[in-house]
């Protein structure tokens, strides 16, 4: 079985090596398959791992100079049944796209530049199901980091682990209803006092 190949890891990371997710981070995804539906930004070795570990993988990617999803298609690990591809940037592709169903696990490893990473995380994290999974690549980039610790204080995700630089977040708990929620939302239990002192003096001082 796919899943039990040990030297399935070591050729997906040869594939562009320079900017492969870690092998122990991969390991990590295939750790917890296997999905019934799974989605990423971004392309790579990683969908090699989730084209094994998911019968249904969506990657939201473009070609790029590298032409990545055409050499994607050549190479022989790949389960070409179990994956489509959704070409063109994310800010553009992921609004109007519909999914055929609750995620199972999400990986977010698409543009790096602040905010698209966060518009990403808008569009993909409502259709994780409660016990689905949300991985965040690259988080020693501070665009990426900032996404990583507003996750880290919500009150919805649980971080299970960080391998290198990807961290793994587990879906507890479905998000408070409502148009806005920002209030529900862990990063902002407390506000900026910097700002806030005046607002905070008034409710000492009584009329």
Not at 41 to 51: A, H, K, R
Not at 60 to 85: K, M, P, Y
Not at 94 to 105: I, N, T
Request: charged share 25%.
């Amino acid at each position: 079985m796919a899943l039990n190949d040990p030297a399935l890891i070591d050729r997906t990371c040869a594939f562009h090596a320079r900017d492969a997710m870690a092998a122990r981070a991969l390991d990590g995804v295939l750790r917890r398959g296997p999905f019934e539906r799974s989605a990423e930004t971004g392309c790579g070795g990683s969908t090699i791992v989730l084209s094994h570990a998911s019968r249904h993988h969506t990657a939201f990617a473009i070609e790029g100079t590298d032409q990545t999803i055409t050499e994607l298609h050549r190479h022989s690990d790949l389960q070409q049944h179990n994956v489509v591809f959704v070409g063109g940037e994310t800010k553009n592709t992921l609004p109007g796209h519909v999914l055929e169903g609750p995620l199972d696990f999400v990986l977010l490893d698409g543009p790096h530049a602040y905010p698209l990473p966060q518009v990403e995380y808008a569009y993909l994290f409502p259709a994780i199901r409660v016990e689905g999974w949300i991985a965040i690549d690259d988080i020693q980039i501070p665009s990426v980091h900032e996404l990583f610790r507003f996750l880290k204080q919500e009150p919805s995700v649980v971080l299970e682990e960080v391998i290198v630089r990807t961290a793994f977040f587990r879906r507890s708990k479905e998000t408070a209803p409502g148009p806005d929620g920002w209030t529900e939302q862990g990063i902002n239990r407390r506000p900026v006092l910097r700002y806030a002192w005046r607002d905070r003096l008034r409710k000492w001082i009584k009329p």
